[in-house]
């Protein structure tokens, strides 16, 4: 559906077929960001500085040189999503490390289109990850008797990134009413 969007900005044929991948048998969407932009694209005085969260010892930093610089549309954001008190919800920072396999989180990607000779392929951009529920990810592994309660002790902060709170709510009302249903190999398995 999104390369069927797309599509309809370009003549026939002109924007390679994108299709997920497939990952476990299942489609994927492959979404990333570079660490930087070739200044041929870009003027020198976009750069901006890593997040410490990002760079913690400035390697990324000293890398940068007169050919390839940190920009805007080189950083991701990575947050927390909590409920206050009032039900509200918050965004909080996150360090990326945090996130495990098996977390449910939600991405914000920009779609590009890249020239290739005469054609474009289209190509996902992270913009930023949102843990949302790590449940699964978070449970000790420890004896039932001992619990160990996380701490978070990252600043809060507004989400700057792109959504407003309305257009986030909808999204979450629509989403919560999806099933997930098994594959055929899981269904046989459980017969």
């Not at 069927?4 to 077929?17: N, T």
């Not at 913690?56 to 890398?63: A, F, N, T, Y």
């Not at 009413?177 to 398995?189: C, N, V």
Request: hydrophobic fraction near 35%.
């Amino acid at each position: 559906m999104i390369a069927r969007h797309v599509g309809r900005s370009f003549k026939d044929g002109v924007l390679i077929q994108w299709e997920p991948i497939d990952a476990d048998v299942r489609p994927t969407l492959s979404v990333g960001n570079k660490f930087f932009t070739s200044t041929r694209f870009t003027n020198r005085n976009n750069a901006i500085p890593f997040d410490k969260v990002v760079d913690p010892r400035g390697i990324l930093e000293k890398l940068q040189d007169e050919n390839f610089i940190h920009t805007d549309d080189n950083k991701v954001t990575y947050y927390k999503v909590i409920v206050d008190e009032t039900g509200k919800l918050q965004y909080i920072t996150m360090d990326p490390a945090a996130f495990r396999t098996g977390d449910i989180a939600e991405v914000e990607f920009s779609i590009i289109t890249v020239p290739q000779k005469e054609r474009y392929r289209m190509g996902l951009v992270l913009r930023s990850i949102t843990l949302l529920d790590a449940q699964h990810t978070e449970t000790p592994h420890l004896s039932s008797s001992t619990h160990i309660q996380p701490s978070l002790s990252a600043p809060k902060i507004k989400r700057h990134v792109g959504h407003e709170d309305s257009v986030v709510k909808d999204a979450r009302e629509k989403m919560s009413k999806w099933q997930i249903r098994a594959t055929r190999e899981e269904e046989d398995m459980s017969t």
